[in-house]
């Protein structure tokens, strides 16, 4: 999928709303330091509007976009799973490990003798 950009006059418009700071940490912005952006990517179905885009700073702006990189990376791998481009993982077969004398001692429970609940009360020491 293409990215879709920001044409002049929606980011003018972006850039006059957020009136000098970045609209994520509030930061005073200079002239031509901060960067339009989609708050929802293009990958993820956002689109170039006024509406889905906001003036941040770049420290802002590496962040979400590390963030939205991650995101866009499991809406792949979930997309290939549900399509069967992904061939789930296959168990491994085999025989599995011999069984020691020890290991087997130690599985075979020995039954404890039934435990006394009630006690007559001639053979309790009140």
């Not at 006059?16 to 970045?22: E, L, N, S, T």
């Not at 708050?39 to 993820?44: G, N, Q, R, T, V």
């Not at 941040?56 to 990376?73: F, L, P």
């Not at 290991?103 to 006690?119: G, H, M, N, V």
Request: charged share 30%; net charge positive.
């Amino acid at each position: 999928m293409t990215r879709l950009e920001f044409t002049r006059k929606t980011k003018a418009a972006i850039i006059a709303r957020a009136a000098g700071k970045c609209e994520a940490c509030e930061a005073v912005l200079k002239l031509g330091e901060g960067d339009v952006d989609h708050i929802l990517p293009c990958a993820l179905g956002g689109e170039p509007t006024v509406a889905n885009g906001r003036l941040i700073c770049r420290v802002c702006h590496a962040e979400k976009t590390a963030n939205d990189i991650r995101s866009i990376r499991k809406a792949d791998r979930s997309r290939d799973k549900a399509t069967g481009a992904i061939a789930p993982k296959q168990k491994i077969k085999s025989a599995g490990f011999p069984v020691s004398e020890k290991s087997a001692a130690r599985q075979t429970k020995i039954p404890l003798p039934p435990r006394a609940l009630f006690k007559p009360a001639d053979e309790r020491n009140v």
